[in-house]
């Protein structure tokens, strides 16, 4: 059983028991969420293609808590000038585990 949402503008195919990392809330570990747009779902029975929605399709996880992405390093280069410069970013993400599909 899998089934594919909706979260940040972007579309993930999750399962239950799947770690995902999301877009970063200020959430405590333990707590739990819930991702009301769900675009299709697979199961047994077959499959529901919302549209845009699958209606009544929730898809329940729990917060794991926050983490770092990797590091993206920026560089800037102007040729013949001596000008070298090199900085580093690490986006901060929600790591999240799925519980439950409910279609």
């Known amino acids: 059983m899998y089934a594919i949402i909706v979260d940040g503008?972007?579309?993930?195919?999750?399962?239950?028991?799947q770690e995902i990392e999301i877009n970063y809330r200020p959430l405590e570990a333990g707590s739990p969420?819930?991702?009301e747009q769900v675009l299709a779902v697979r199961s047994e029975?077959?499959?529901k293609i919302g549209r845009p929605t699958v209606a009544g399709a929730v898809v329940k996880a729990e917060i794991?808590?926050?983490?770092q992405g990797e590091k993206h390093y920026i560089q800037k280069f102007r040729r013949r000038k001596t000008y070298r410069r090199r900085t580093g970013h690490r986006?901060?993400?929600t790591r999240v585990r799925i519980t439950e599909?409910?279609?």
Do not use: D, S, W
């Open 33 to 35: 969420l819930q991702f």
């Open 9 to 17: 503008g972007r579309q993930l195919k999750v399962e239950p028991g």
């Open 45 to 47: 029975n077959g499959t």
């Open 101 to 103: 599909i409910k279609a």
């Open 64 to 67: 794991l808590g926050p983490m």
């Open 91 to 93: 986006q901060i993400f």
